[in-house]
């Protein structure tokens, strides 16, 4: 009140409750932060510590896959490596440029028309298949009849796949302005030209980040190729034929045995796995810095 | 690609008969060029709603020509069914003719690819690409097949001299032309529309994101490169449509009362002096007098 006679204008906070709200919602955003963090920290702890003791040269390159009661130091997870390597690859050959011409079709082509729906409407519905029900699929209309092979696994990681990959390909073609797009058109560009040429390089960015993050997904997905790869101990370097393997896979079975040596190969595997799956994160961002240098 | 050359270059020997020109608009006006659009009865439609009904005109090569009026009387609709650009809208839809150097725009058989690359656009907002400025003004020449390197080189100091901007930019070519300031970036497109040397430059209210400095270089290239281009300005600012345009096409957008709806239409139409000083319509004096919105 002192403050109101000494001057004619008043410029302090109206109601002090807005400041107190400020301050509750500042520290409530901070908590779930550190609420998010936790299991985070937890999960890379954790398995760092109980995985590095396992990892070394031999172990990510060597074989073949010892049995279970062998203890730790002995073999190596190196089919394993390989497998999950091929066969997410594999998949990424097959889910991201379908994918990506998928995403093209539905936002540049497709508009409105029925076919465009049609196409976003299954891929949403792909996108909540549980991966099990996907490997299933894949184990009824083709294993079934080829038998197990790093290629069936492809398959199914493939279809997990390819809806994340339309749907983020998709989100970043939206964002692509159409001023950009109208530019293109007024000098003269074909509709595959203006695609080409502006829209794809405009979002190309986001693309390929959305498309390795769906590939790092892919590539920790296990109940998919229970059905589809089977095992094996050995590197099975043809992925189109015969049983395979993978970390995720082997991540499963050795952690479900009593014996010490399994669950340090288990820790290991895990460990491995996450690497990969930082290093394509990583990858992601540099690609997105080098595709969008012109974008600011 | 051959019968379009054709069809738009043979037409182009026949001007019109004088006698068939808007002669009571013209008066004591010196036509120069020969027509390059002549629009008679166009309607323009977005699904069923009528934007812009009985637009009539004629316009002429190496002119500056003007659209004002106010906003939502539909200029820019106009402006954008003279390169064929209001395809993109799906619902979009043209009536009446529109002749371009004699050869029906919307005719069976014309290709709105082959259209624009011969009437450029220059844009409200600059929308350059998120590529270099090299890139950015060989994009069209690029589309119309030229690799050659040496001579991509030419086309780019050339458009880049034409828009005033090289010696702006001449040490940063392979920078991004969204570094460019805006005044700089809208003269990097109207470079990259000069890059393809089109016929007709339409542009859409291209100052109207610039300071009055930019807007100045802008007005300036405009009457530059009048001689060798014909260009069609849609602009809120009365002054530069006096300042700028050899004519002026005032339009208006009247309110139907039974439906409630604005459907815009050309009011008057003449060389710049005549609208300004002694327009023939009272709707048009009330606009540029400044009585009316």
């Known amino acids: 009140m002192a403050a109101m006679e000494q001057s004619a ?8 409750w807005r400041r107190r709200k400020n301050q509750v919602t500042t520290v409530l955003m901070w908590l779930s932060f550190v609420a998010v963090l936790i299991p985070l920290g937890f999960v890379l702890f954790t398995v760092i510590a109980k995985g590095a003791s396992a990892i070394n040269w031999q172990f990510l390159t ?86 197990y092979s790093g290629l069936a696994g492809a398959f199914a990681l493939a279809c997990l796949m390819l809806p994340v990959v339309i749907r983020s390909s998709e989100e970043m073609l939206k964002l692509v302005p159409d001023p950009l797009r109208e530019a293109s058109y007024a000098l003269g560009a074909t509709k595959s030209r203006v695609t080409m040429t502006v829209v794809l390089p405009a979002a190309i960015g986001g693309i390929v980040s959305g498309a390795l993050l769906a590939i790092a997904r892919a590539a920790g997905e296990t109940a998919p190729l229970l059905f589809t790869i089977l095992t094996v101990t050995a590197t099975n370097t043809n992925p189109f034929s015969g049983a395979n393997t993978a970390l995720s896979t082997q991540i499963f079975t050795n952690a479900t045995q009593p014996y010490l040596g399994a669950q340090s190969r288990a820790w290991g595997s895990a460990l491995t796995l996450i690497a990969i799956a930082f290093i394509l994160m990583i990858v992601a961002r540099i690609v997105t810095a080098r595709f969008t240098r012109y974008s600011s | 690609m051959d019968q379009s050359e054709q069809n738009v270059v043979a037409p182009a020997q026949l001007p019109k008969p004088a006698a068939l020109q808007d002669t009571p608009k013209d008066a004591g006006f010196a036509s120069t060029g020969s027509p390059i659009f002549d629009a008679k009865g166009i309607s323009i439609y977005y699904g069923s709603f009528r934007a812009v009904t009985d637009v009539s005109l ?11 009026g106010p906003s939502g009387c539909g200029k820019t609709t106009v402006l954008r069914t003279l390169n064929r650009l209001n395809d993109l809208i799906p619902e979009a839809r043209v009536e009446g003719e529109v002749d371009y150097r004699g050869v029906s725009l919307y005719g069976a058989g014309v290709s709105p690819i082959a259209v624009r690359r011969r009437i450029g656009m220059v844009f409200q907002k600059p929308n350059p690409f998120p590529k270099s400025i090299y890139d950015n003004v060989a994009y069209g020449p690029r589309i119309n097949g030229i690799r050659n390197k040496g001579k991509l080189d030419e086309i780019v100091e050339r458009s880049l001299h034409q828009a005033a901007l090289w010696d ?20 990097l497109c109207i ?48 002054q530069q449509a006096n300042r700028v345009s050899d004519r002026n096409a005032f339009y208006s957008v009247p309110v139907n009362p039974e439906s409630d709806t604005r459907t815009g239409t050309l009011v008057e139409y003449g060389p710049t002096q005549q609208i300004f000083e002694d327009p023939q319509d009272p709707r048009t004096q009330a606009y540029v007098t400044g009585r009316m919105g």
């Open chain 2, 58 to 68: 004629t316009i002429y090569e190496n002119e500056i020509t003007a659209f004002i």
């Open chain 1, 62 to 147: 060597g074989g073949p896959i010892p049995p279970n009661v062998v203890p730790a130091g002995i073999g190596g997870m190196g089919p394993a490596v390989y497998g999950t390597l091929v066969i997410t690859g594999l998949a990424a050959a097959m889910a991201v440029p379908l994918g990506i011409l998928g995403a093209i079709y539905v936002n540049e082509y497709g508009g409105r028309g029925a076919l465009a729906r049609v196409v976003r409407f299954m891929s949403d519905v792909m996108t909540g298949v549980p991966s099990i029900i996907m490997g299933l699929f894949i184990f009824s209309i083709w294993v079934l009849h080829f038998g």
């Open chain 2, 168 to 187: 702006e930019v001449k040490n940063r070519l392979n920078k991004s032309g969204l570094g460019l300031s805006g005044g700089q970036a809208q003269r």
């Open chain 2, 191 to 238: 470079a990259r529309t000069l890059a393809v040397e089109p016929d007709v430059v339409l542009m859409d209210e291209p100052a109207s994101a610039l300071d009055p400095i930019a807007t100045g270089k802008i007005e300036d290239l405009m009457h530059e490169i009048k001689s060798q281009y014909t260009i069609v300005i849609v602009t809120p600012n009365m």
């Open chain 1, 9 to 16: 204008v008043d410029l302090r906070e109206p109601a002090g």
